[in-house]
């Protein structure tokens, strides 16, 4: 079974409305921490977001915010006024305190094309 | 340079051709990683060296070979390929330690095809 699933491949979002993008995790830990990351045509995965299973309060960085659900098990990204160069692949990602080494597990990703 | 540097950007090679990925990074961290990226399937984890000792190998072909000489350098070489190879290398690293909100730095990645 997937431990993270992103179920939108791709979006369509006018510029500068606010764009939700999906993720739901899969875990028996109490201790997790998810993240999100942003990969622009060069390649390069950028770090978004991160939020830690016990935080009370959704995680913001500037435009960027998630919306944390503990009970649903999921950890939408939210962006708000969208911007052209917000178009990109945003990926879900997940590391449990079960695993020694710490390692992230990966969604399948969602394609975000910003339509001026 | 800074951030995490990868060369070469883009390689082509046939399944006979032995080259090697390089990846270095100059953000003093403790840990480093190697994905591939194939396209519509998530990122596979494929090594990771933390203080320069391979901590993980998730079953990666033996055609693949890491090497990280210190904790600033990590290689792959490459040799006997297969066409399904072809994918986006990545390299990464981190500040690994105890807990879990550390987050990972990576480079722009090597395309690689295999012909």
């Known amino acids: 079974a997937q431990k993270i699933t992103q179920t939108q491949p791709g979006m369509f979002v006018q510029e500068k409305e606010a764009v939700t993008l999906d993720c739901t995790y899969d875990t028996s830990d109490q201790s997790y921490g998810l993240f999100w990351y942003k990969q622009p045509s060069s390649g390069e995965m950028i770090f978004l977001i991160y939020q830690g299973s016990y935080d009370e309060q959704n995680a913001t960085e500037g435009r960027y915010s998630l919306n944390f659900q503990k009970a649903r098990k999921s950890a939408n990204l939210v962006i708000s006024a969208s911007q052209l160069g917000d178009s990109a692949m945003y990926f879900c990602a997940m590391r449990e305190i079960q695993d020694s080494n710490y390692q992230l597990i990966w969604g399948a990703g969602t394609k975000l094309i910003i339509k001026p | 340079e800074t951030g995490v540097t990868q060369t070469p950007r883009h390689l082509v090679m046939g399944m006979t051709n032995k080259k090697s990925l390089k990846c270095e990074q100059h953000l003093g961290h403790n840990a480093m990683y190697w994905y591939k990226q194939s396209a519509k399937k998530p990122l596979e984890l494929m090594f990771v060296?933390?203080?320069?000792?391979?901590?993980e190998n998730n079953s990666v072909p033996s055609r693949f070979s890491p090497e990280c000489p210190n904790s600033s350098h990590l290689f792959l070489h490459l040799h006997t390929l297969q066409p399904e190879d072809s994918a986006l290398y990545l390299c990464?690293?981190?500040?690994?330690?105890?807990?879990?909100?550390?987050?990972?730095?990576f480079g722009p990645g090597t395309r690689l095809t295999v012909t």
């Open positions: 990464a690293s981190s500040q690994a330690r105890q807990g879990l909100d550390y987050e990972q730095y």
């Open positions: 060296y933390s203080l320069e000792e391979r901590v």
